[in-house]
Nanobody, 117 residues
Framework: QVQLVESGGGLVQPGGSLRLSCAAS????????LGWYRQVLGKQRELVAV???????SYADSVKGRFTISRDNAKKTAYLQMNSLKPEDTAVYYC???????????WGQGTQVTVSS
């Protein structure tokens, strides 16, 4: 059974840091691109960062220089290190695993990140 389980969300003050984790099971983790997306109620889900199976990374302009995506294939876990958090980073963050151009596309249940003083 395929599972993606996010953790690490919570309430943090502006300027603070959080690290999100995404633990995977039920598929060959190393073959998949891993992405972090976020969604604010009433708005479209947006891509935050992605790491390919090769390890190459890409980021949304809004988080470049502040967020870092990484993966540990041995632990079947992806991470999103978020520094210098801003109130506009407040959203539900979702983990995604996919193999491009195939139907293999999985989502986690999401974890809430709230940046507020």
């Amino acid at each position: 059974q395929v599972q993606l389980v996010e953790s690490g969300g919570g309430l943090v003050q502006p300027g603070g840091s959080l690290r999100l984790s995404c633990a995977a099971s039920g598929f060959t983790f190393s073959m998949y691109a891993l992405g972090w997306y976020r969604q604010v109620l009433g708005k479209q889900r947006e891509l935050v960062a992605v790491i390919a199976s090769s390890g190459s990374t890409s980021y949304a302009d809004s988080v470049k220089g502040r967020f870092t995506i990484s993966r540990d294939n041995a632990k079947k876990t992806a991470y999103l290190q978020m520094n210098s958090l801003k109130p506009e980073d407040t959203a539900v963050y979702y983990c995604n695993a996919r193999i491009p151009t195939t139907p293999n596309n999985y989502w986690g249940q999401g974890t809430q990140v709230t940046v507020s003083s």
